[in-house]
Nanobody, 125 residues
Framework: VQLQASGGGSVQPGSSLRLSCSVS????????VGWFRQAPGKKREGASC????????YYANSVTGRFTISRDNAKNTAYLQMTNLRPEDTAVYYC???????????????????WGQGTQVTVSS
């Protein structure tokens, strides 16, 4: 299973970015998808995650109302639409996928099996 994340960049506060995660070797339709981020000196944290059913996706409090997770099963690709970006959103963003993660564990990176290489998002003026 391979994941390829893309779409990061350097933007000003208030800008938008859309991250993409192309998955091969696993049918995304049958798997949970998550976006995690890790800022320098901090632990990796869940930004937004969704189960196979896409019911009740998880959003970290800090991104609720600004980030939206989605997927295109036909393209086997997941997305994270990020709007109104803030300097505190600066981090390396990783996509992950796994089968059969219970909803209460979605936000915990320890439960995810497959990871992409990360894409840098930098928000500064």
């Amino acid at each position: 299973v391979q994941l390829q994340a893309s779409g990061g960049g350097s933007v000003q506060p208030g800008s938008s970015l859309r991250l993409s995660c192309s998955v091969s070797g696993l049918r995304l339709h049958d798997a949970a998808v998550g976006w995690f981020r890790q800022a320098p000196g901090k632990k990796r944290e869940g930004a937004s995650c969704t189960s196979e059913s896409d019911e009740n996706p998880y959003y970290a409090n800090s991104v609720t109302g600004r980030f939206t997770i989605s997927r295109d099963n036909a393209k086997n690709t997941a997305y994270l639409q990020m709007t109104n970006l803030r300097p505190e959103d600066t981090a390396v963003y990783y996509c992950a996928t796994s089968r059969s993660i219970i909803t209460s564990s979605l936000r915990d990176p320890r439960y995810w099996h497959y990871w992409g290489q990360g894409t840098q998002v930098t928000v500064s003026s």
